[in-house]
């Protein structure tokens, strides 16, 4: 298990949820599974209890610690997309999933987990400043998935 490493609480799907990233993201995987040595309450000794898994590199696990906490935009994971179609093909894998759309890039996953599919094209105009951030911001602001080619010609002016 890496030295830092975020844990994301499920009420009782960790494991369908890390292998759903595990093949909807490159550099992602499943590792060990642990299983519940007893009794808890929100599950029965034998149940899956934790998922090591990893995320676009980062390292996850995934606790099945039953309805208590859910998930937030205060959490989200930021996958940063090279152009529209791994843009498209990342949204539409987690919104087609049971996910659902939100603003500006973000949408949910299934299990209320929020993700940020962001263009290296947005990246890119806010970090230039100016009017470019300004305008680039701006059509941002209208979007739900974000569009590339929008954002570029926002950028333009």
């Given amino acids: 298990m890496a030295k830092n490493t ?7 799907d960790a ?21 519940a040595p007893g009794d808890y309450p929100s599950g029965k000794q034998g149940e899956v ?10 390292a996850c696990i995934g606790l099945n ?9 205060a959490f989200s994971f930021q996958i940063s997309t090279e152009d529209q179609e791994e843009t498209d093909r990342y949204w539409n894998a987690i919104v087609g999933n049971g996910g659902e759309e939100s603003a500006c890039g973000w949408c949910k ?7 940020q599919i962001t263009p ?21 602001m209208d979007m739900g998935k974000i569009d590339v080619a929008a954002i570029e010609a926002a950028r333009r002016g």
């Fill in 109 to 115: 996953d299934k299990w209320g987990v929020s993700w």
């Fill in 120 to 140: 290296r094209v947005l990246t890119e105009a806010m970090n230039a400043g100016g009017a470019e951030a300004k305008r680039a911001f701006d059509a941002m």
């Fill in 6 to 12: 975020i844990c994301v609480w499920y009420d009782k």
């Fill in 15 to 35: 494991e369908e949820a890390a292998r759903f990233y595990a093949k909807t993201f490159p550099d992602s995987s499943v590792g060990a599974i642990t299983r």
């Fill in 49 to 58: 209890l934790v998922v090591e898994f990893t995320v676009a590199g980062v």
């Fill in 65 to 73: 610690g039953g309805p208590t906490f859910k998930h937030n935009e």
